[in-house]
């Protein structure tokens, strides 16, 4: 993905994830935005030029999930149109050694287009975390970031079939 805007409201059940790919899917620019279950979460790859997050949290439809920088600029906004328990994010506005912080829930001063809200205000909100974006693909929950895209049997970011499940007997 080189460029615009691509907004996925993906499955709910967590046999399936709003991002599947095989080999890569690297973002140069745009911005992408994929809500979902994290069952089988997967991220964009780690060669992408363009840095992304997955917010792993639980949410119902029209949730607010609110990114802003250290300084408090909104990075983005967004209200998936389902029950979500993963939402990746990429934008131009992540870079990589800046500090954001996700909330959830609150208001916004204007009305969505497909959930994306914009040039408005945010309020109200919880803090689910601060974290500081130290690779091109990450992995945020109430504890914090780590590196990586996916969690507990979802793929990896750049990976494909494999992940990281342990086989069954």
């Not at 080189?2 to 994830?17: A, D, F, K, Q």
């Not at 609110?66 to 389902?82: L, M, Q, R, W, Y």
Request: hydrophobic share 25%; net charge negative.
């Amino acid at each position: 993905m080189s460029g615009g805007t691509v907004i996925v409201n993906g499955p709910e059940n967590s046999g399936n994830g709003a991002l599947d790919y095989d080999t890569t899917f690297n973002i140069t620019g745009g911005t992408f935005i994929a809500a979902g279950s994290s069952g089988m979460a997967q991220s964009p790859s780690s060669s992408s030029t363009q840095a992304s997050i997955n917010i792993f949290t639980n949410g119902i439809a029209n949730t607010l999930v609110n990114v802003t920088d250290e300084p408090g600029n909104e990075i983005i906004t967004f209200a998936p149109s389902k029950t979500f328990s993963s939402i990746i994010i990429s934008t131009p506005e992540l870079q990589t050694g800046n500090t954001y912080t996700v909330s959830t829930g609150g208001n916004y001063s204007l009305e969505d287009i497909d959930g994306l809200y914009e040039n408005g205000n945010y309020s109200g909100g919880s803090k689910l975390t601060n974290f500081t974006l130290s690779s091109s693909v990450m992995s945020v929950t109430s504890s914090g970031a780590s590196e990586g895209g996916s969690m507990n049997g979802g793929m990896p970011g750049g990976g494909g079939m494999g992940g990281n499940r342990t086989p069954r007997p």
